[in-house]
């Protein structure tokens, strides 16, 4: 059997303790990656090749990575 103080025992006790609340209180804190908005002024769908992507810059037009097109507001796409 191994023999330890009482004292050393309610340090170890302490110091883990301490350890183990510091560790959860910066998992929790952490930032989670920013998630895309699915609001439908972001989301766009092209006229030509109906390629639906995301353009945040919030314009009245916008053009589409994939054909160059370029689209008006009108050919928003509406989140369900």
């Given at each position: 059997?191994?023999?330890?103080?009482?004292?050393?025992?309610?340090?170890?006790?302490?110091?883990?303790?301490?350890?183990?609340?510091?560790?959860?209180?910066?998992?929790?804190?952490?930032?989670e990656?920013?998630?895309?908005?699915?609001?439908?002024?972001?989301l766009?769908?092209?006229?030509?090749?109906?390629?639906?992507?995301?353009?945040?810059?919030?314009?009245?037009?916008?053009?589409?990575?994939?054909?160059?097109?370029?689209?008006?507001?009108?050919?928003v796409?509406?989140?369900?």
């Amino acid at each position: 059997m191994i023999k330890i103080e009482f004292s050393l025992a309610v340090a170890l006790y302490l110091i883990l303790t301490t350890c183990i609340i510091l560790l959860a209180l910066v998992f929790k804190n952490r930032k989670e990656p920013k998630q895309f908005s699915s609001e439908k002024n972001f989301l766009w769908q092209c006229s030509i090749c109906t390629y639906v992507y995301i353009d945040s810059r919030y314009t009245s037009m916008s053009q589409c990575p994939r054909c160059g097109s370029y689209n008006k507001k009108d050919g928003v796409v509406t989140s369900s």
